[in-house]
């Protein structure tokens, strides 16, 4: 494997080629980091994605089978002894119990199986890799990896606007509008004041539930303690409600408030029966509620400086001041008289304020940013210039130009406007290189060397001529004079031909 460079955390940074090098470095981390009673699971949606293949083409096809083992395997009310026995029976069942795959994530069950940490806090959260998939799905739908760092950088600046919007339009939905109630319990109009709108849904089916499909099938008292038993229609089993009222301390078996941070169905029908008419506030957790983001005002003018301390108070009540503006308008809104009277309250506000304001002196621009700086002015009668330098090119120091993505150059490759040659007409390239004009020259000199090398007239008068008359001196003269002759009229006609093709 090559190696690579990889930080973990804020000093770790190792050379990735020995693996010894990332044992060490875990080794280390592990008992540094904050998280030390972490419990670390596998997705079940990964495991439960494999079993069509592993079980084979019957199995796979087969519904009853898949029904039984999502029952036994996605389900959070069944205990450990349970689910054990209720597994054995399907393996048993479907002849899988010498199968390798499904014993080698049986005997993995204490790590995805939810029968064995649905008592742990807030468990039901996190039981797949949902989360980051969706997150990952999220960006990957506006981002790829060929993007330069400008484009990625507002491909997510979009994304993260997208995401705003998205909670905005939420938070104006819960605030703003109302939902259609399902019973008559006083619980449920509370609830939709408590919690957002989705969990408000979620909740708001619990109370629908409890009010029609539960029943108490015995109860027991023990000093201040009440058991229920309580058995909802339809269903096997029954679940047991321990509750104290004069502390309001309630608990169901089925542990959904532990895994998920609601009531459940079984509790909310205990309340009623009890006549509680006050939703339990030790029993809201605050990440589900409208108010869990912070009330901090977005795009004040409130100078920090001044305030000191108090910006967090400061900004609460200004967060508070708005988000109530925000409700009183959106309430009026379809009531002009109202909104009017409204208006002439505030504006009667806003002139007793600046009656009783006192303008202060406007804070200089240089001792403002001593302020910031926490520094102290220079004592000098004059203002110092500082100048930007001017411009130097140093040799090796670049353009001083960006760097242009693929897009940018591909663009202006195609609008801009290529050579044409004027000896063949085609776009590309130009006369000096043109492939025609050279191999029309090539052509033209072999046929000039073609005509020089020919015997012309005086070559045949010649030898003629003198070979009868003086063998010797006749053919010698009759030679030389007749290939000059040649020569010079081929060397014309080379010529002539060349400047006619030109």
């Known amino acids: 494997m090559k190696g690579f460079s990889l930080t973990i955390g804020p000093v770790g940074r190792i050379w990735a080629k020995p693996t010894l090098s990332f044992l ?44 039984k083992i999502c029952n036994v395997v996605w389900t959070d009310a069944l205990e450990p002894a349970e689910f054990e026995k209720q597994w054995f029976d399907v393996m048993m069942e479907y002849n899988l119990h010498s199968h390798k795959w499904l014993s080698d994530m049986y005997s993995l069950r204490f790590d995805w ?63 703003y509008t109302e939902p259609h109630m399902l019973t008559d319990y006083e619980l449920e109009r509370q609830a939709d004041k408590i919690y957002t709108r989705e969990i408000f849904y979620d909740v708001q089916d619990e109370i629908r539930i409890a009010c029609k499909n539960c029943m108490c099938i015995r109860q027991e008292e023990v000093g201040d303690l009440i058991k229920f038993y309580i058995l909802q229609v339809n269903l096997r089993g029954t679940h047991e409600v321990l509750f104290i009222p004069k502390e309001m301390d309630i608990k169901c078996s089925c542990n959904r408030y532990e895994q998920y941070g609601l009531l459940c169905r079984h509790i909310f029908f205990v309340l009623r029966l009890c006549g509680i008419k006050e939703f339990p506030q030790k029993y809201v957790m605050k990440r589900w509620t409208r108010d869990v983001v912070p009330k901090k005002t977005t795009g004040s003018t409130i100078d920090q400086n001044i305030l000191g301390n108090n910006v967090d108070r400061v900004s609460s009540i200004v967060r508070e001041i708005m988000t109530s503006t925000e409700y009183i308008v959106n309430k009026l809104v379809t009531n002009m008289d109202e909104l009017s009277l409204y208006r002439d309250q505030v504006n009667d506000s806003k002139l007793k304020v600046d009656a009783n304001w006192v303008s202060k002196e406007p804070i200089d621009k240089n001792a403002r940013l001593s302020n910031i700086l926490g520094v102290e002015q220079p004592c000098s009668s004059s203002s110092a210039s500082i100048l930007p330098p001017s411009g130097i090119r140093n040799k090796g120091s670049g353009s001083h130009k960006r760097f242009k993505s693929f897009r940018e150059v591909a663009s202006a490759r195609v609008s801009k406007t290529s050579r044409k040659c004027l000896a063949c007409g085609v776009h590309g390239h130009n006369s000096r290189s043109c492939k025609k004009k050279v191999a029309s020259s090539a052509d033209s000199q072999n046929a000039g060397g073609a005509v020089a090398g020919s015997p012309g007239v005086g070559s045949h008068t010649a030898p003629g001529a003198g070979s009868h008359t003086a063998p010797g001196a006749g053919s010698m003269r009759g030679t030389g004079a007749g290939s000059r002759r040649a020569v010079v009229a081929g060397s014309k006609k080379s010529t002539a031909a060349v400047s006619k093709n030109y």
């Open 24 to 67: 060490y470095l875990f080794s280390i981390y592990s008992g540094c980091y904050i998280f030390p009673h972490t419990r670390h699971r596998l997705c079940m949606w990964h495991i439960m994605i494999k079993v069509a293949d592993k079980v084979g083409t019957n199995l796979s096809h087969d519904e009853d089978f898949k029904e």
């Open 113 to 175: 199986i939810p029968a064995f940490y649905r008592h742990e806090h807030m468990c039901g959260l996190m039981r797949t890799t949902s989360r980051s998939e969706s997150e990952n799905h999220f960006f990957c739908q506006l981002t790829n990896t060929k993007l330069t760092l400008v484009e990625f950088l507002s491909h997510f600046d979009t994304a993260m606007e997208a995401q705003r919007y998205k909670r905005r339009k939420n938070d104006h939905d819960t605030r």
